[in-house]
């Protein structure tokens, strides 16, 4: 059976080039490539076969595994009911090959990071190797402009869990003055982290820390998930096969003698740890916190530490894009007013991008 022309004529106009132009225009392309998918595939499965179905999603996503574009996490579903076997769309899609060098030029226009512009280096390993690609504009979206807004008016910044560096390039680069401790202690993305750093001269105001924060000093095994090519997100949890030697310190011990005014902390679950260990720091210097909490059980864990610490209770991010679901913002009741309007505002921003990008 032929493959219908429609199909034919649609797969031969999408071009990695069309998709970076709307990116840099603001579309949302993730939308658009969901559409088509949905739009012209699943209409389809009512009227031909598993075998025919599964050499048209194949014809059809080509194109965006040889220029090095995702399919995203809604269109797995769909390949699971053609049948298609999960090690081929691992080769087709998830491991492109890059570059040696692959910088990214990332442009971000916002009430928060006006104009902001700045160079990001991406590999293989690197989670994010995909959403750079869109402005980082699906990932962690509300989230990261609370955080900017936030870090306008800081002096010292930490950053827990830095990973590539997103958040403390974007920190540094919208506060010509501002001091970010960035803490990363998987040496898979050390790498990509101080290579962004260089990349945006940031050497003087970015420092790397190798190490991980806890409740105590001394060393422990950093674990990363089996597919470590796929994913680099560490974890103290030991949950995998690979694992690195990693030296551990706590809020309290390193910045005993400094005031911290913002952190942000993503460390796979043990958030609540470090707070444990930072009560000192906590409560002198009661900085703003954006903290990731997986389930509701790490948040209440996270709260009992906190309350005592003088924290209000937390504030989610959401509703936001991937990623914002699972921050939430801790605040003194010194910083309760200037907290929530930021949010409000990063809340509406959001609201506003994705009524500018709604396909009609």
């Known amino acids: 059976m032929p493959i219908p022309i429609s199909l034919l004529q649609i797969s031969s106009f999408i071009k990695i080039e069309i998709f970076e132009t709307m990116a840099h225009r603001g ?8 559409r088509i998918i949905f739009g012209i595939c699943q209409p389809l499965s009512n009227r031909y076969s598993k075998k025919f179905l599964k050499k048209i999603i194949i014809f059809f996503l080509v194109p965006f595994g040889r ?28 491991q492109p090959k890059f570059k040696s060098l692959n910088f990214i030029k990332i442009c971000i226009e916002s009430n928060s990071q006006q104009g902001l512009e700045y160079l990001y280096y991406t590999n293989s390993r690197d989670d994010l190797r995909y959403s750079c ?26 950053d827990i869990g830095a990973y590539t560096g997103v958040y403390s390039i974007e920190a540094a680069s919208v506060n010509s003055t501002l001091i970010v401790k960035s803490f990363e202690p998987n040496p898979e993305m050390i790498q990509n982290l101080q290579k962004n750093i260089e990349a945006n001269n940031l050497e003087g105001r970015i420092e790397i820390f190798p190490i991980a924060l806890g409740q105590s000093i001394g ?3 950093l674990y990363l998930p089996h597919d470590h090519l796929a994913s680099s997100s560490a974890t103290l949890n ?47 210097c009661k900085p703003i916190i954006l903290a990731e909490a997986l389930t509701q059980n790490e948040l209440n864990r996270q709260k009992s530490i906190l309350a005592k ?26 910083d309760e007013l200037k907290v929530n309007s930021i ?3 990063s809340r509406r921003e959001f609201v506003k991008y994705k009524a500018s990008t709604e396909v009609t």
């Open 309 to 334: 610490c003088g924290y209000l209770n937390p504030i989610p991010v959401a509703p936001g894009s991937q990623g914002d679901n699972r921050n939430f913002i801790w605040c003194s009741k010194r």
């Open 133 to 158: 690609r869109f402005n980082f504009q699906d990932w962690e979206f509300v989230s990261r402009r609370i955080f900017s807004a936030i870090a306008k008016d800081c002096d010292l910044v930490v």
């Open 343 to 345: 949010i409000r505002e």
């Open 67 to 94: 220029h090095q574009f995702v399919v995203f996490s809604y269109a797995l579903n769909f390949f699971k009911f053609l049948g298609v076997p999960q090690i081929f769309v691992n080769k087709l899609i998830w």
């Open 219 to 221: 060393t422990s095994r």
């Open 238 to 284: 030991p949950s995998a096969s690979k694992f690195f030697e990693v030296k551990t310190s706590t809020l309290d011990d390193v910045f005993a003698l400094e005031s911290v005014n913002l952190i942000k902390i993503d460390v796979e679950g043990f958030e609540s740890e470090i707070f444990a260990g930072g009560k000192e720091v906590l409560n002198r």
């Open 27 to 34: 579309f949302n392309t993730s939308e658009y490539l969901k």
